[in-house]
């Protein structure tokens, strides 16, 4: 009979530490699946910070780029009109002169 009680309470312990074991694991699975998704979030969210940042960069770069080339050719207009104006004003120092 004692030996029965023994074995009985040892089962009995032996399922207390299983049950308990496997649902201290799931416990633990589970928050490590909720820890893992919450740093997903927030590496997604910088992800896509940085990808609108960088779509703004670009379409900042394309209209810098069509103002510099506006730009260079009202320098190239320029100075094609000071050469111009250049040789005016020597042609109208030779006649002011002879």
Known sequence: ?????TLLISIISVSAAVFFGLKSAKKADVS???????????????LERLLSITSSMQE?????STRITSDEKATEM???RYE???????T????GKA
């Open 32 to 46: 490590d699946i909720e820890e893992r998704a919450k740093k997903n979030a927030e590496i997604n969210f910088k």
């Open 78 to 80: 320029l100075s094609l």
């Open 92 to 95: 109208l120092e030779k006649g």
């Open 60 to 64: 900042e770069m394309k209209s810098m």
């Open 84 to 90: 111009e104006l250049e040789r005016r004003v020597s």
């Open 1 to 5: 009979m004692t030996i029965e009680i």
